[in-house]
């Protein structure tokens, strides 16, 4: 089969955090519309940090169809789900508590599994399985769309610089019991996983991440976890950051 190199990354920045509010809830529903009229579902993974809060554009937004919404987490603390420390509790609160999107379809951790790691990371690849399971026999699942952030250390989803899991081939979920951001239990999905997606959409905002994102984006060969993240053809990478985030990054933007 001929190699398709991953295609370059799509670089928008937008001169102030509201306009990429916009923009994103704009490409998003563009990519649910895509999907619905192809499989009658959107698939999503979320991260936590700061990305939920940039969602918000999305409340009350027309055309948005919560139904037809699978939602995983793209990476999780291992604690109780309405811990302040949990993704799901923190995109409750900012987005899905705020929107007509049915319980059912918010795929969330079984923290009673919390002693066992391993027990913990396999329930929720079934659970991805499950959700995946009649689509094409894919080796790995096919998002529609996972949306992560970047860390100043150039980590994304729980996928550490220098960590064994950024070698993980195999399994749809990993944990990390030694996460160097607390809390230190995590499950995450895994670079086969992301790499496979349809899209993924990295959001930085703010002069905290110039260094970073200069990293990132213009040194891949540094091999940051965000750079390794280049879903395979057709997949595309796009990140929506602001002037600021984006301040040192000579990359070339695309306008939107
Ligand atoms: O659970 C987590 O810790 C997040 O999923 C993590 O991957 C986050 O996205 C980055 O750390 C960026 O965080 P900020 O957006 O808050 O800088």
Redesign the pocket.
Known sequence: MPHHAPSAPILYSFSNPEELVDALSHFIVKAQKEAVEKRGKFTVAI?????PQFLNGLIGKPGVKWDKWQVF?????VVPLDHPDS?HKLCMDKLFSKVPIPPDNIHTIDYSLKDDLEDLSDAYEKELIHEFANKDSARFPIFDLIL?????DG?????FPNHPLLSEEDRWVAYIED?P?EPPE?ITLTYPVINHASRVAF??TGA??ADTLKTVLDEPEAGLPASRVRPITPGQVFWFVDDAAASKVEYPRTKM
């Open positions: 991260s936590g940090g700061s990305l987490y793209a990476d999780e603390r993704n992560l952030g970047v860390g100043p980590h994304t989803a729980s996928l996460s951001k995590r959001v930085a905290g991440k």
